[in-house]
């Protein structure tokens, strides 16, 4: 069957306007601000009022780990959005926004695909309604403060050696990660070693994405440790004095924003810090306001289950008040043949055992999700070239273990194609969820990270930098010991190696660096050589992005 590309179904689809899909969700005009026809923000107002309803079943879609031959989680967990309003249930689909960085480099867009999308696709991927802009914003005003305030004299003695706080931009640059600033001579400033992060590893996009209110936005910001004075005791957003006027800055980003899926069904994009090095999980305001308006929200965690998925059940549902009741794994048979060893150029011809061999990968998962008390489907995102002995391996392996695997042709049919696992998710959240966190609040920082390296990525040690336990064990004096984990590590493995596909265990995990994100509330674990600001590929996806002479689009998909 041929397809139109992602794009051109997208322009194709018939959008409603913004506000009968505010009704749907029982918001009138005062409820939403429009952003033009297609998209608006749900109001501060409006979301105060939802205190103390009762709350709609939440479901996770996460996947094995990602590989170059695609496993689909954003388009299933938009083919089940739409698959559970086609079955009678009021469903809200909840992601993450896109990035410019991976838009213009590799990774590409984040709206889902086929005929399983979340439209306005383009906008989506570009500008959207500017959250990311006043993200960066926020987060470089500090960035501005702190080197004003040294430069007026010091009153805080902050010691420019110690200064934490980098810079941030949406986009990828590999030659801003380590720079000096303040050159030139005394009226430039104070010259000190800085760099740049990627906006999406921002602690101002993990605490947007966190904060209940805006009350709870400027506490969390003023929270923010920058670095510490001549005496080694922390400095903060607050003593320098700069939480204010960030809250200013993001007041109308924290807003959750409304959009739709191809099918006219309601979708919150909203936030969108990275999954490898950050927690990977939309707006807990987004989350927790569609639960008050559906019978079923469906939400993704960035990248594999290692990664998206337990910082999801351990940082956001831990910090958002949420408990998920069911999880659904996706995967391809694709991309399982890879992880059984197949070369991405073979993976068209048949070949079930390599994907006998690859579905260890799978198992891990389910294994990781059901330790949380979680029940597991799995969900097999079909593409055409699939053989019907490899789907049935499949199914096999998944039915040895007691997990339901579901075909879905949701790509190619939209909703109707994910009807069979919308009914599968309804018929496993009926008896309700025994959700855990993997580990309690008061175990000490270090054997979280140990906790998560061998309960989780099947490690048998975590080999530490010089400093790096000091620093923990300084944290866990100064009172910060209850806050969780979030475990910066390549997405393509289990393992710190990105190479070791399938499902290897008994390797070491090396611990680079720890930052400490007390606005965010965690503590981030920097594992390997995973970066903060990534880098563009030698052929960026910019090579082939475009105007055509009608002034459209061309290149983004």
């Given at each position: 069957m041929d397809m139109k590309s992602d794009i051109e179904i997208a322009r194709a689809a018939r959008k409603l306007p913004i506000a009968q899909i505010a009704a749907r969700l029982g918001l009138t005009e005062t409820d939403f601000l429009p952003y033009g026809h297609d998209k608006a923000k749900i109001t501060h107002d409006f979301i105060r009022g939802l205190e103390g309803r009762a709350r709609g079943k939440l479901v996770l879609v996460t996947a094995i780990n990602p590989t170059p031959a695609g496993e689909g989680k954003t388009t299933t967990t938009v083919g089940l959005g739409d698959a559970l309003n086609r079955i009678g249930q009021r469903a809200t689909i909840c992601i993450r926004e896109a990035s410019l960085g991976p838009n213009f480099g590799m990774k590409g867009g984040a709206a889902g695909g086929g005929m399983a999308q979340v439209v306005p696709m383009e906008e989506m991927n570009l500008h959207f309604t500017g959250d990311f802009h006043a993200i960066t914003s926020a987060h470089n005003l500090l960035a501005a403060m702190i080197d004003n305030h040294i430069h007026w004299g010091n009153a805080l003695a902050i010691d420019p050696r110690r200064v934490t706080w980098r810079r941030v931009m949406d986009m990828n640059d590999r030659a801003l990660r380590q720079n000096v600033v303040a050159l030139g001579g005394p009226a430039n400033g104070q010259p000190r070693e800085c760099g740049f992060d990627i906006t999406v590893a921002s602690e101002v996009m993990a605490i947007l994405c966190l904060a209940r209110?805006?009350?709870?936005?400027?506490?969390?910001?003023?929270?923010?440790?920058?670095?510490?004075?001549?005496?080694?005791?922390?400095?903060?957003?607050?003593?320098?004095?700069?939480?204010?006027?960030?809250?200013?800055?993001?007041?109308?980003?924290?807003?959750?924003n409304l959009v739709q899926t191809l099918e006219n069904n309601p979708a919150m994009v909203h936030g969108g810090p990275f999954a490898n090095i950050a927690h990977g999980c939309n707006s807990a305001m987004a989350t927790r306001t569609a639960l008050a308006l559906s019978d079923y929200v469906v939400t993704e965690a960035g990248f594999g289950a290692d990664l998206g998925a337990e910082k999801f059940l351990d940082i956001k549902c831990r910090l958002a008040g949420l408990s998920p009741d069911a999880v659904v794994l996706v995967a391809t048979v694709r991309a399982l043949k890879m992880n059984g060893g197949v070369a991405r150029a073979d993976l068209g011809a048949e070949n079930v055992e390599a994907l006998r061999a690859g579905c260890a990968n799978l198992g891990r998962h389910?294994?990781?999700?059901?330790?949380?008390?979680?029940?597991?489907?799995?969900?097999?995102?079909?593409?055409?070239?699939?053989?019907?002995?490899?789907?049935?391996?499949?199914?096999?392996?998944?039915?040895?273990r007691g997990v339901r695997a579901i075909i879905c042709r949701h790509w190619a049919e939209g909703g109707a194609g994910a009807e069979d696992l919308a009914r599968a998710v309804v018929e496993m959240t009926a008896g309700g969820a025994a959700f855990a966190p993997l580990?309690?609040?008061?175990?000490?920082?270090?054997?979280?990270?140990?906790?998560?390296?061998?309960?989780?990525?099947?490690?048998?040690?975590?080999?530490?930098?010089?400093?790096?336990?000091?620093?923990?064990?300084e944290w866990q004096a100064a009172g910060h010991g209850n806050l969780p984990v979030c475990m910066a590590k390549t997405q393509y493995s289990f393992s710190a190696d990105p190479g070791a596909l399938g499902a290897p265990e008994g390797f070491t995990?090396?611990?680079?660096?720890?930052?400490?994100?007390?606005?965010?509330?965690?503590?981030?674990?920097?594992?390997?050589?995973?970066?903060?600001?990534?880098?563009?590929p030698r052929d960026p996806a910019a090579l082939r992005i475009g105007i055509d002479v009608q002034g459209r689009v061309q290149g983004l998909f």
């Open positions: 209110d805006l009350a709870d936005l400027q506490d969390r910001l003023g929270r923010i440790v920058i670095g510490q004075n001549l005496e080694g005791r922390p400095v903060t957003a607050a003593d320098i004095g700069a939480a204010g006027a960030m809250t200013v800055l993001l007041r109308d980003a924290l807003q959750p389910i294994e990781n999700m059901r330790a949380f008390g979680l029940p597991v489907a799995v969900a097999i995102n079909h593409f055409a070239g699939d053989t019907e002995a490899e789907t049935d391996a499949l199914r096999a392996y998944c039915d040895g580990y309690p609040d008061d175990m000490p920082l270090w054997n979280k990270i140990e906790t998560i390296c061998k309960r989780i990525y099947r490690a048998s040690a975590v080999e530490a930098a010089p400093g790096v336990r000091e620093r923990l064990e995990i090396p611990l680079r660096e720890v930052r400490l994100a007390a606005g965010a509330g965690f503590v981030v674990a920097i594992c390997g050589q995973i970066m903060t600001m990534p880098g563009l």
